[in-house]
């Protein structure tokens, strides 16, 4: 069974950029769709991005598209989220999922996921 940990979160001024680690122990990354999404203090969770096994085709949401890129290193079994230009309204508790489906076809949705890891926490601010 595949297991994930989230971890590369901090503390950015706007602008900045920082990158997420979802590692996976238990089973190959590679043969999982894998999601990350994120929550802010009273907001509903977001999907933020995801990666389809084997072909890596990725979907972003609208807010975070040309900022943010998901890739996928099947060497370190790990999946990574890197996020440029980053805006306060990107603060949130960043977590990943392998347990759901990732369209390329559809916008992209929390609820694509389930079972969403404890995250790790980005904050964007002066």
């Known amino acids: 069974q595949l297991h994930l940990v989230e971890s590369g979160g901090g503390l950015v001024q706007p602008g900045g950029s920082l990158r997420l680690s979802c590692a996976a122990s238990?089973?190959?990354?590679?043969?999982?769709?894998i999601g990350w999404s994120r929550q802010a203090p009273g907001k509903e969770r977001e999907g933020v991005s995801c990666?389809?096994?084997?072909?890596?085709?990725?979907n972003y949401a609208d807010s975070v598209k040309d900022r943010f890129t998901i890739s996928r290193d099947n060497a370190n079994n790990s999946v990574y989220l890197q996020m440029n230009n980053l805006k306060p309204e990107d603060t949130g508790v960043y977590s990943c999922?392998?347990?759901?489906?990732?369209?390329?076809?559809?916008?992209?949705?929390?609820?694509?996921?389930?079972?969403w890891g404890q995250g790790t926490q980005v904050t964007v601010s002066s």
């Open positions: 999922s392998a347990k759901g489906f990732c369209s390329v076809y559809t916008i992209i949705a929390a609820t694509d996921f389930s079972s």
């Open positions: 990666i389809s096994q084997y072909s890596g085709r990725t």
């Open positions: 238990g089973d190959t990354v590679e043969m999982h769709d």
